[in-house]
């Protein structure tokens, strides 16, 4: 490559960071990256008060871009002080960087800050400006000056297989994560390539994440499940085990997850995983994580996400319920996005949500999470103008979470569509439970989705997401394109004289059903996320 790109790597080190892959009261791993006109590179680190300068020599990685060459370099310094600051250099002999700083965690930590952001994507594929996002992240320590490190929930480049966007997300947090540990989650929008870059042309998204993967490979701990290493990852802070949970390998991951959280003994287990399991997105899906990853969720105490550029907070989750309890599921923990993205999807508030907020304008959202013991506070607000959109402590010992809000448990079973009530749709149509065969109107719910429904004497057809089923009255054979299929019963009529079918009638539809007992709704989803709309001739 005879041309080095805008903001490519030269002689001397750029893309600075810390991060955290060991135990922090002792060790700290320093990551940069250079041209390959360096081949070895080194850190040059003493303590504070100190003038006994030690080195550590850093292990090295050619990473080839889509338009650079560069060297990646990872040091871990390691046998450091609790609770001590440090200043550091890094470099060669002849190019080396200005001098930084960062502070190992005090010893039995059980009282600390860290901040959340996500989505802060930026477009452009010659020079993404994440100038603003330097401001937000600016902006939240100054208010917050004893943040121990930066949490991401992903999607920190728009498209990252390609290197450009890396240089400009790392422009937008120089002078802040040289000093601060920055730890991210793959995103979707990470792993996201195209072919012709400049004109949008050929979209991929690699499996594993390519770019992440080289750029981190030594800035994590390398603890990952085989084949999927790097953009899943560990690392403990205090009392709290932190679990970085990437987008591909779900049933890998869920193995690791379990295994991994199983052998855990601290007293809080968060996740972050970019998809949100309870989304707010109308015509969204959660198809690849839940229920696949089900088990290795339902072992977190709460499980950050992104994706959606909205904020939404839900009730402890497990198996389908909704509870008040912290001890009784997980809280799934939607960030809204940090970098002045609008929602594409016109999200709403669902079934599981106990706070939610559409985050339409064009502002930034940050949380500051706050872990006191065995309480956990959470505020998340528009840095722009400082209003706050929830504020909320989960407190593990009195197993409570403030402010009170009750999971709805319903007296008719509702029908819920990707977490979302059927409303005036459903009104006087309840589901039925007739001889253990749970009975749902699939006419009033293809309706409300979009889709076509005729109905005739005796029989109702209804054409959704490609597929097309005719349900005949007393018959539990149904007609289909790929010929006659036989339902778990048959179908019948009930409220209003309306066809009900057995719930289960839904995956000739491909989708999945399930009941959550305590609630009293049964949730249908799909992994489409299509806008069904019926044509108008």
């Known amino acids: 490559m005879s041309e080095k790109p805008f903001r490519g790597s030269t002689k001397n080190p750029d893309h600075i960071f810390v991060s955290i892959a060991d135990n922090p009261e002792t060790t700290m791993n320093v990551s940069w990256r250079t041209s390959t006109e360096t081949e070895c590179g080194y850190v040059l680190y003493r303590e504070d008060g100190s003038d006994e300068v030690m080195r ?3 292990e090295t990685e050619v990473f080839k871009s889509d338009i650079d060459i560069s060297n990646m370099y990872w040091a871990a310094l390691k046998n450091l002080k609790p609770d001590t600051k440090y200043f550091y250099t890094c470099g060669d002999d002849e190019n080396r960087s200005k001098e930084f700083y960062f502070t190992t965690a005090p010893e039995n930590l059980t009282k600390f800050k860290f901040i959340c952001v996500s989505d802060q994507q930026k477009g452009g594929c010659e020079k993404p400006d994440y100038s603003h996002f330097k401001w937000v992240l600016e902006s939240v320590l100054k208010d917050h000056p004893d ?6 929930a992903g999607d920190t480049t728009d ?7 890396w240089n400009g997300t790392f422009s937008g947090m120089t002078d802040i994560i040289e000093h601060i540990p920055m730890m991210i989650a793959v995103g979707n929008h990470d792993n996201r390539g195209f072919k012709d870059y400049k004109n949008s042309i050929g979209r991929y998204y690699a499996e594993p994440a390519e770019f992440f993967d ?3 490979k030594g800035s994590y701990a390398y603890n990952g499940p085989e084949n999927w290493k790097t953009e899943n990852y560990t690392f403990d802070y205090g009392n709290v085990h932190f679990m970085m949970i990437g987008i591909n390998g779900p049933e890998d991951v869920n193995e690791w997850m379990v295994n991994d959280l199983k052998n855990c003994d601290k007293q809080w287990k968060i996740g972050t995983y970019h998809f949100p399991i309870c989304y707010s997105g109308p015509d969204c899906q959660n198809h690849d994580a839940y229920p696949v990853m089900r088990e290795g969720f339902e072992m977190l105490d709460i499980c950050f996400s992104g994706h959606e550029h909205n904020f939404a907070r839900s009730f402890p989750l497990r198996n389908e319920e909704l509870f008040e309890q912290p001890s009784k599921g997980t809280v799934h923990y939607m960030l809204g996005n940090s970098n002045q993205n609008p929602p594409g999807t016109r999200s709403i508030s669902k079934v599981w949500h106990a706070a939610y907020f559409p985050q339409e304008e064009d502002v930034s ?3 500051v999470v706050e872990v006191d013991g065995g309480k956990i506070t959470l505020t998340t607000y528009i840095v722009e103008d400082g209003r706050i959109i929830d504020k909320c402590v989960i407190d593990k010992e009195k197993d409570e979470i403030l402010p009170y809000a009750a999971a709805p448990i319903y007296n008719q079973t509702r029908m819920m569509f990707k977490g979302a009530q059927l409303g005036l749709c459903q009104y006087g149509n ?4 007739i001889d253990d065969v749970w009975y749902a109107p699939l006419g009033i719910l293809v309706g409300y989705i979009g889709g076509n429904v005729t109905k005739e004497e005796g029989k109702i057809t209804l054409e959704v997401y490609n597929k097309k089923v005719t349900f005949f009255e007393n018959s539990d054979i149904a007609q289909t394109s790929d010929g006659d299929k036989k339902l778990s019963a048959k179908i019948i009529r009930l409220h209003r004289d309306q066809l009900y079918m057995p719930a289960d009638a839904c995956e000739l539809f491909d989708m999945r059903w399930a009941y959550a007992k305590r609630n009293n709704f049964i949730s249908f989803e799909h992994e489409s996320e299509d806008k069904p709309i019926t044509v108008q001739p």
């Not at 943040?147 to 991401?152: A, D, K, P, Q």
Request: charged fraction near 25%.
């Open 365 to 367: 959202a940050v949380a």
């Open 214 to 216: 080289k750029q981190f």
């Open 159 to 165: 498209c990252g297989q390609h290197e450009v966007q």
């Open 147 to 152: 943040t121990r490190f930066i949490l991401g």
């Open 56 to 58: 550590c020599d850093a």
């Open 430 to 433: 309840p589901c039925e439970k």
